[in-house]
């Protein structure tokens, strides 16, 4: 009987609560919010039935899992004056906090058993993508815990190095934004070969869901795919052409590496 306190009540914290309660796995009784805003405490007390707090304090008393599911920028404030409780209670510490690394999560908390977990905004709709990370006094029942918790907005996976947490944030934690970017640029892209707005944006994205189930569901990587839609002397081998000469793999590989090295210098300036 899991005792379950998420810190923070906001959208995130509002998603991981509908699944868990949608999926079935936990009961509403078994979990506690802490939220400043009244709206927001009513709202989840109303649509969730889960215990709601004002005082963080209050509802940690008798976790035996805390989620952190604040901004990052206050994520020292509150977790200090919890410290002296949850070292004493050593409950499993989850944070959903992008850029806190395991070292200020320890230092602000007291806790041992931390998992640090780098979801993305799709996940306020059930279809996230979660790197988690581990400290070395999780054992696997808190790991299947972190685990079946970050399910209930979509799929997890875990590395092995906190460092892979920065790599992580900038595939999937920073990945939506590319593919709105790609979608942005396509969409002005057909509207200049003379599609209305409106038309070259159903086709845009709907053609990027079918992109994406057919990769999922595929038994072949997206090279391959790419391969069999690419007939010899064909349209879309010309479109690929253009990509492939204007260095198209250097720029995502270069985005990407600047988004690992923020998420590195971010970690350092939070912990400060
Ligand atoms: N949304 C995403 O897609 C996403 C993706 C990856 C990671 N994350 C991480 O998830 C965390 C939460 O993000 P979110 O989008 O859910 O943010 P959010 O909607 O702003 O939720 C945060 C909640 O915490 C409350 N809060 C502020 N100070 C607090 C305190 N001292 N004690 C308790 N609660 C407090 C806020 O209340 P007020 O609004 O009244 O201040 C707000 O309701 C962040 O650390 C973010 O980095 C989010």
Redesign the pocket.
Same mark, same amino acid.
């Given at each position: 009987m899991t005792q379950i306190a998420f !810190? =923070?009540? =906001?959208? @995130?914290?509002?998603?991981i609560i509908g699944g868990l309660i949608k999926q079935g796995d936990v009961k509403a009784s078994r979990i506690q919010v802490?939220?400043?805003?009244a709206e927001?405490r009513n709202k989840l007390a109303a649509s969730f039935g889960v215990g709601t707090h004002e005082d963080?304090l209050a509802a940690i008393s008798n976790a035996d899992v805390v989620i952190?599911?604040?901004?990052?920028q206050? @994520?020292k404030?509150?977790l200090e004056p919890l410290a002296a409780t949850l070292k004493a209670r050593q409950p499993l510490l989850i944070?959903?906090?992008? =850029? !806190?690394s395991m070292e200020s999560l320890a230092k602000w908390s007291g806790c041992k058993a931390i998992v640090r977990? @780098?979801?993305?905004?799709?996940?306020?709709l059930g279809l996230?993508a979660t790197g988690l990370f581990a400290s070395a006094a999780v054992d696997i029942d808190q790991r299947n815990q972190a685990d079946s918790l970050l399910r209930a907005v979509g799929m997890t996976v875990w590395v092995k190095t906190e460092a892979e947490i920065d790599a992580v944030t900038a595939v999937s =934690?920073s990945g939506p934004a590319y593919y709105f970017l790609l979608m942005e640029a396509m969409i002005d892209a057909g509207k200049k070969l003379g599609l209305s707005a409106e038309t070259a944006t159903k086709l845009t994205l709907q053609t990027a869901l079918g992109a994406a189930e057919m990769a999922l569901k595929s038994d072949v990587d997206p090279a391959e795919l790419r391969r069999r839609v690419t007939s010899p002397g064909g349209t879309t081998e010309r479109a690929i052409a253009t990509f492939e000469a204007a260095h198209m793999r250097d720029i995502v590989d270069a985005a990407l590496k600047a988004a690992r090295d923020r998420g590195a210098e971010l970690s350092k300036l939070l912990g400060d």
């Open positions: !810190i =923070g009540g =906001g959208n @995130m914290a509002s998603s802490s939220d400043p805003g927001q963080n952190l599911s604040v901004k990052p206050v @994520m404030d509150v944070s959903i906090a992008a =850029g !806190i977990c @780098m979801p993305n905004t799709p996940a306020l996230g =934690g």
